[in-house]
Structures are given as C-alpha cells and as structure tokens.
C-alpha cells in the first residue's frame, strides 16, 4: 500500500493581456527558470509536460517560468470549453509527479543565447548594449512576467534595439502598445541613442 502522501497541488488561472493566452499558478515550483516552447520539435526534445500540453490539439504554445505555465491556445478553440480540462490536466500531471523539464535545458539554452550575443557586447555600441539589457531586466521584466510573460533583449543596431517577447506577450496585441509606448519612451529617455524598440519574430 502506497502510504506516501504528496501536499496536494493548488492550481488556479490568471487572466493575461492576451486573450488567446491563460495563466496557470500553482503553490510550488515547477521550474527554476524560463522555458518557453513555441514549437514542438523543442518541446519533444526538452519538456515532456509541454509536449504532453501541445499534443493537445487546441494548445498552440507553453511557456513554464517558476510557478506557473501559461498555454497559449489555437484561435479557433473558445476558453469556457478547454479551460478546465486544461486545469484538471495539469494538476493531474504535477500531482502525479510527471518530468516538466530535462536535465540540461537551462544549459542549452544558454549555450544558444551566449552564441546569438557573441557579438553583441564588443565595440562601442556593446557599452549601450549591456545598459539597455540591464534596464530591460531591471524595470521591464518583473511587470511583463506579473502578466504570464517575459520579454528578452536580443540586439543593438545603430539606435534600433531588437526584443522577443514569449509566453503570454507573443503575439499579444496589446503587447505592441506596452512595447512602443512604455518600453520605447522608457529607453529613450535613459538611453538617449536608442531611436526605436523592435519586436523579432522568433
């Protein structure tokens, strides 16, 4: 007789700026870190919770940071029909004790993100490089994951900064808006040389 009790799992859902994305929080830690998986090919190889999600037909994208999951679904599905089965299948996942993340993915990723920057911080523009990631981790970050998402610097060129928003904020339509009118009059103003703020499409 298994007589081994595990704290049952509390799971309830936050609505984000984004009305094809939904928050899942829970009361523990999922996984330390960001892991966003836009595609399944990532998923497959990486987080067996995501490719389990996106094996769902209406879940188009999970994004996993700490403790909460936020799917983003297929337009064409509505939330009042998928939203519990959604909840019910993560909570049976968690409290089941299945893998959300492999060994070596922060790893990985890291190795990916070091080879995208590598030129990134050299020269004279790596100096406004470096400040304009501080400041977009420093003031942008912490409200954009409140709202189930995260935003990554990826590049400096000659006045125009490159960003690449995930979990709830991909595709977000409101996320152009914070983009422009916060983050841009944001960097502006701290960053005299920035001249506009881009999203790329990953």
Not at 105 to 124: H, R, W
Not at 156 to 164: A, E, H, P
């Amino acid at each position: 007789m298994d007589t081994i009790t595990k704290s049952p799992v509390m799971l309830y859902t936050e609505q984000t700026p984004n009305p094809e994305a939904l928050k899942y929080v829970t009361n523990r830690l999922i996984f330390r870190g960001i892991a966003d998986f836009k595609d399944k090919t990532l998923a497959e190889e990486w987080s067996p919770l995501a490719n389990s999600l996106m094996e769902l037909s209406y879940v188009k994208s999970v994004y996993i940071n700490n403790n909460y999951i936020t799917v983003m679904k297929e337009m064409n599905y509505e939330w009042s029909d998928i939203m519990l089965k959604l909840k019910e299948f993560i909570k049976d996942y968690l409290e089941k004790g299945g893998e959300v993340i492999k060994e070596g993915f922060i790893e990985f990723m890291e190795k990916q993100t070091a080879e995208q920057n590598a030129g990134q911080f050299a020269g004279e523009d790596g100096d406004i490089a470096r400040k304009i990631k501080e400041l977009i981790d420093t003031y942008v970050k912490p409200a954009v994951e409140m709202d189930g998402g995260n935003i990554e610097f990826k590049a400096y060129d000659k006045g125009v900064v490159f960003v690449t928003m995930q979990g709830s904020c991909s595709g977000c339509p409101s996320s152009t808006v914070t983009l422009k009118s916060g983050i841009e009059g944001m960097l502006k103003r701290m960053v005299p040389e920035v001249t506009e703020v881009v999203q790329e499409m990953e």
